[in-house]
């Protein structure tokens, strides 16, 4: 009797400790596998965040440089129009149109790309709410109407959203599902959109998002090979434990603890791998930004990062009722330098400029290379006067410096024009001012200051 009662004890001792080793093994397996896929959801949702951002700065740079040019057209075409003729009404319009339809057709962009044109009728929205005016992938439907209650192969309703987003913000990012561009398949699309309100125009561009959806698909295959692989392993490893457990129970703690060590070993490893993916992922977004938004030469903002701070500053500036200022400073005889010296020392002399300006100017003002010898200051909390005197002081900073190249001086001056942000003002308004008055300082002489 007393051998069976020891038998028994001993073998529910057994069955608990076994059941108390099984329980474990199942929660930290389990432990494993959540934090794993939480870890890999983060990863997808990371990369995928971070090409949809970058596209939507390329969608955006686009159409803000478009914009700029069919400014240019309308300029040029008004000029003729006030020379040869007393209206410039229909005709003037019609002509305007044709030539920007021409400039959007000629326009070619990578991978297929394209810009078009809706032309708006009725901001309500509705059946025949606009006309498509320009549209390189759907030439034949140009002139056609359009309605908001259209809908694509997965039931979005794509001229609706765009046209609440115009209506809320002038702008809009849509996703929905087109046909590609000289083909008849239909695929997942993202695309921006503005509106040019002179003429009631949309103006808008898109890319369409295979990689993004081969990407995700490829990483969830990964998660599932990852999956079944751990459990096979988990299944494996407890059934050998558990017949090793069953002869060697004296054993059976200290090797209890080594597989706890090993499951802590393995999640250390795993974290410090996904922690190492991570900063990859981090330092190539930050490498992406630098390049997206520095000038190589003079490190220095580029125009597209220059532009969206401005935007920003202007939001700022409408909401607190706090003026700001622009400069536009251009280099004085940029091309003679180049012809006498050289290339090379002209790109010496705007990386020189560069280290002046970020001396003369305050920290929390901005300076951006705006295109070739041409630079664009931001003045923060500042009127026309105290903006004029910011550029009369950078005036003079690049004319007291000497510029030395290959045993050569060169001598270095800048004509700037200065204007200021009122309240409604369009930030493109306030750049063209700049830009006027700039060039009326190069009529008057160079080197020198119009605000």
């Known amino acids: 009797m007393a051998s069976i009662k020891e038998r028994n004890i001993r073998r529910f001792y057994y069955f608990v400790n076994l059941s108390i080793f099984l329980v474990m093994s199942i929660t930290l397996a389990i432990s494993y596998f959540i934090n794993a896929k939480n870890d890999y959801e983060r990863k997808i949702e990371l990369l995928s965040s971070s ?20 400014e240019i057209i309308i300029k040029n075409t008004r000029s003729e129009f006030n020379s040869t003729s007393n209206s410039v009404g229909e005709e003037f319009e019609k002509a305007v149109q044709n030539r920007v339809s021409e400039n959007i057709r000629n326009t070619i962009l990578p991978d297929s790309g394209y810009i078009w044109i809706n032309q708006i009728l009725d901001y309500s929205g509705g059946e025949n709410y606009g006309i498509r005016l320009v549209h390189p992938n759907l030439p034949d439907t140009e002139g056609s109407f359009l309605s908001t209650a259209d809908e694509d192969i997965k039931g979005n309703t794509p001229y609706k959203d765009e046209l609440d987003g115009i209506n809320n913000d002038g702008e809009v990012f849509t996703e929905y599902y087109f046909k590609k561009m000289n083909s008849d398949e239909i695929s997942h699309k993202l695309s921006y959109a503005r509106l040019y309100k002179d003429f009631d125009w949309v103006i808008a561009t898109g890319v369409y998002l295979d990689d993004i959806d081969v990407l995700i698909k490829k990483e969830q295959v990964e ?19 558990l017949i090793l457990a069953s002869y060697l129970f004296n054993s059976f703690e200290k090797r209890f603890v080594k597989l706890i060590n ?30 997206a938004y520095l000038d190589q030469l003079t490190s220095l903002w580029n125009r597209r990062a220059m532009y969206i701070r401005l935007q920003e500053e202007a939001s700022r500036s409408t909401r607190t009722d706090q003026k700001f200022c622009l400069i536009m400073g251009d280099v ?18 705007l990386k020189e400029l560069a280290g002046v300006f970020s001396e003369a100017m305050r920290v929390e003002d901005s300076i951006a290379r705006w295109g070739g010898e041409e630079f664009l200051f931001l003045v923060n909390a500042s009127d026309l006067e105290e903006g004029a005197m910011v550029a009369e002081k950078l005036r003079t900073a690049v004319e007291r410096r000497e510029f030395f190249f290959e045993s050569h001086q060169i001598q270095v001056s800048m004509t700037f024009g200065v204007s200021e942000f009122f309240i409604d003002d369009n930030i493109d308004q306030v750049i063209n001012s700049a830009d006027n008055k700039l060039y009326l300082g190069k009529n008057k002489g160079r080197n020198c200051v119009i605000s």
């Open 51 to 70: 090409i949809i951002n970058q596209k939507k700065l390329y969608l955006q740079t686009i159409i803000y440089e478009k914009i700029n040019d069919i």
């Open 223 to 241: 998660i599932g090979l990852t999956y079944r692989k751990g459990i096979r392993v988990f299944l494996i490893t407890i059934v050998f434990l």
């Open 262 to 291: 090993r499951h802590n070993r393995e999640l250390e490893s795993k974290n410090k791998e996904l922690s190492i993916e991570k900063d990859k992922v981090e330092g190539a977004l930050l490498k992406i930004q630098e390049i």
């Open 332 to 349: 004085d005889y940029f091309k003679k330098i180049n012809d006498t010296y050289g290339h090379n020392a002209g790109d010496f002399v």
